[in-house]
């Protein structure tokens, strides 16, 4: 059912449209109301930790929702034909891991990150294409990152830095609200490890 009410968001979110209450229960619960708030609480969670698109209330009195990007990110509405699936959610841990490595990001360092969540240069994934397309012209172009050669390093190196349109659409300051928001989310929705556990397991004994 939770996955059912998140292909369900993602095509109102394609077609930016609006969805409520009503239709959620009649379309994809098919009127077991007893499992809406579970269902519904994890879908929306499950679409900001997956596709970083948030869904808020705009008419509690008839419980209308719609589907927006984090943090006023507007790449995604950037597809006019609206048949991509959403990419925020990728430029977001873009711009988090930068944000961590003092507003830069070595390209190695990028890519070694991406490749855990299983995003590797010159294979196509699902969701988010070729990603070596997608950041270094997809967002370069569009303003959301720089792709810049490291200087004086032999052999050339290159690293990513937020692009002008990141800093006029959002904030560092509500960057860092966003993550903790996601962070306490996933810890509650996933049980992730602690970050000493994780540093632990990678040193080995």
């Known amino acids: 059912m939770v996955a059912n009410m998140v292909k369900f968001l ?4 394609r077609a930016r449209k609006l969805t409520s209450y009503a239709e959620l229960l009649n379309t994809v619960l098919r009127g077991n109301q007893e499992h809406y708030p579970v269902v519904f609480c ?16 705009v008419d509690p009195r008839r419980r209308i929702y719609i589907m927006v990007p984090s943090l006023n990110l507007t790449c995604d509405l950037m597809q006019r034909d609206g048949q991509g699936l959403p990419k925020v959610g990728l430029l977001v841990v873009v711009l988090s891991l930068m944000l961590q490595n003092r507003d830069h990001g070595p390209e190695e360092e990028i890519w070694g990150a991406l490749n855990k969540m299983g995003l590797c240069v010159g294979k196509e994934h ?12 997809v967002w370069v172009r569009d303003g959301y990152l720089e792709y810049q050669q490291v200087p004086d390093s032999n052999p050339t190196r290159y690293k990513f830095l937020w692009g002008p349109r990141a800093f006029a659409e959002t904030s560092k300051e509500k960057f860092m609200e966003y993550l903790l928001r996601v962070n306490r989310r996933t810890i509650r929705s996933f049980a992730l490890p602690s970050a000493e556990a994780v540093r632990e397991e990678e040193e080995g004994p």
């Open 126 to 137: 699902s969701i988010f294409g070729e990603p070596r397309e997608l950041l270094t012209q």
């Open 42 to 57: 994890q879908a929306v969670e499950c679409f900001l930790l997956v596709f970083g698109v948030d869904v808020k209330e």
């Open 10 to 13: 993602l095509c109102k979110y």
